[in-house]
């Protein structure tokens, strides 16, 4: 099983990369790299990656589970080397759940699986840096 993506070029910084399901996005640098903050940065894309691997992830737990919850979200921060090439040499998950019932054993439950079980892009990143989830509640 393999994922491929196509990236073509646009203009200047500019690229659009394909998805295998068919959606698109464009790349682009900063202006303070030459390009024109007309698309997303190549190294965020990793971290909207990782929250979004874990949240799949969770989301089908939380179904599976039958957890009653409001809302959910995941940040993700990655910090950078000083030296070239710059990469993340740590990073931080923050799982938020937003409820009046969080069952708290169980949602921690879903990201434990999640974090040390399912989520390929998870493992992936402990391959290259110290990664650092938290858990919070918002009743």
């Not at 202006?31 to 990793?46: I, S, V």
């Not at 874990?54 to 993700?76: N, P, W, Y």
Request: charged share 25%; net charge negative; aromatic share 10%.
């Amino acid at each position: 099983m393999s994922d491929k993506v196509t990236t073509s070029w646009i203009a200047n910084m500019q690229f659009e990369s394909t998805n295998p399901s068919g959606e698109t996005l464009k790349i682009d640098a900063g202006p303070e790299n030459g390009g024109d903050n007309k698309g997303f940065r190549p190294k965020a894309l990793m971290l909207s990656a990782l929250a979004g691997c874990s949240g799949l992830d969770v989301a089908s737990l939380i179904k599976k589970m039958r957890l009653e919850i409001d809302d959910f979200k995941i940040e993700t921060e990655g910090f950078l080397t000083e030296e070239h090439p710059k990469t993340y040499h740590a990073v931080t998950v923050d799982y938020h759940f937003y409820g009046k019932n969080l069952d708290r054993e169980k949602l921690q439950k879903a990201v434990d699986l999640s974090v040390e079980r399912y989520c390929g892009v998870m493992e992936m990143f402990r391959q290259f840096a110290d990664v650092k989830i938290n858990i919070h509640y918002h009743n």
